[in-house]
């Protein structure tokens, strides 16, 4: 009797994240990207905004739900999403053609920007106006953990995971560090030149001054446009040198409406 008591009440299987395997209950399963060596950090970051988002109404990540459904949330990975996938703050990746988003319909609660919404509303989705990537929130929901330390550090340069080889130097923030560790870093800026999207985003939501660098033709600026525009930049412009961003100064400051995003959070599909 007692060992098929203790068989009924042992933990589902994990996967390689931690997260509950859905073979032993059904759970919300929040999407990043992932490279095929370590983490970036901007990927990332929608598993910890998940997180900290559930544990406002003190909800886990793994808790029992009726039926497994995906979040998507941080990163350029529409084209992952697939039918019944829960969109929140996501955009589109502008190297993926139309057919490679395969979905039929979505449960669409918020998009990085007007351009991701203009893409879907073309495929016959409705999407609300509801912008922004949920990486502005960070310094919401975690507001002893990260603060803005100006006149530690000049400036400090970003680079996209792709153009980690293309630029050197004492000031360079790697994306591949821990998620923390590059906010940190970040935050003890006065000035941040960046070709990552998120080195943009955690400038923007920490209000330190940004610009975007242009250092291949790797990234198009699709996602770039698609985000200023949902965080209320009135311009974007990138320049293809860290002298060239320090001339030209800073981008102009977004003005982005948190609580409407943070409001749009699914928290439905925890229905336990």
């Known amino acids: 009797m007692l060992n098929k008591l203790v068989r009924q009440v042992r933990p589902p299987k994990r996967g390689e994240d931690g997260d509950a395997d859905t073979k032993g209950y059904p759970v919300v399963d929040p999407y ?29 990540v793994n808790e029992p739900v009726s039926r497994h459904r995906r979040l998507f949330s941080v990163g350029s990975v529409l084209h992952f999403a697939q039918t019944g996938d829960a969109i929140w703050g996501t955009g589109r990746n ?3 053609g139309v057919d490679r988003h395969r979905f039929e319909t979505l449960d669409i609660r918020a998009v990085r920007g007007p351009l991701t919404r203009r893409f879907l509303g073309e495929l016959g989705h409705a ?4 912008y922004g990537d949920p990486a502005l929130l960070i310094p919401k929901l975690f507001p002893n953990r990260f603060r803005r330390r100006s006149g530690e550090q000049a400036v400090g340069i970003v680079p996209n995971l792709h153009d ?7 000031n360079i923030i790697d994306p591949t560090w821990r998620w923390d ?10 000035f941040i030149v960046s070709s990552s999207l998120h080195g943009l985003v955690i400038a923007d939501a920490f209000g330190i001054p940004c610009a975007h660098l242009r250092l291949s033709d790797t990234e198009p600026d699709f996602k770039y446009i698609d985000y200023c525009e949902g965080a209320g930049r009135s311009q974007f412009w990138s320049s293809t040198s860290v002298a060239e961003a320090l001339d030209r100064g800073p981008l102009p ?18 229905d336990a």
């Not at 999407?127 to 509801?130: C, H, T």
């Not at 980690?164 to 004492?170: C, H, S």
């Not at 560790?181 to 006065?190: E, G, M, N, T, Y």
Request: negative net charge.
């Open 164 to 170: 980690t080889g293309l630029i050197v130097g004492d």
């Open 32 to 60: 990043f990207w992932k490279p095929k060596v370590g983490l970036n950090f901007g990927d990332y970051l929608a598993s910890a905004i998940v997180q900290r988002m559930l544990a406002a109404k003190e909800l886990l």
């Open 253 to 270: 400051p977004i003005a982005h409406d948190a609580e409407a995003l943070m409001a749009a959070f699914p928290y439905d599909l925890w």
């Open 181 to 190: 560790a590059v906010i940190s870093a970040i935050c003890a800026c006065d």
């Open 127 to 130: 999407v609300p106006d509801i």
């Open 94 to 96: 502008g190297k993926m």
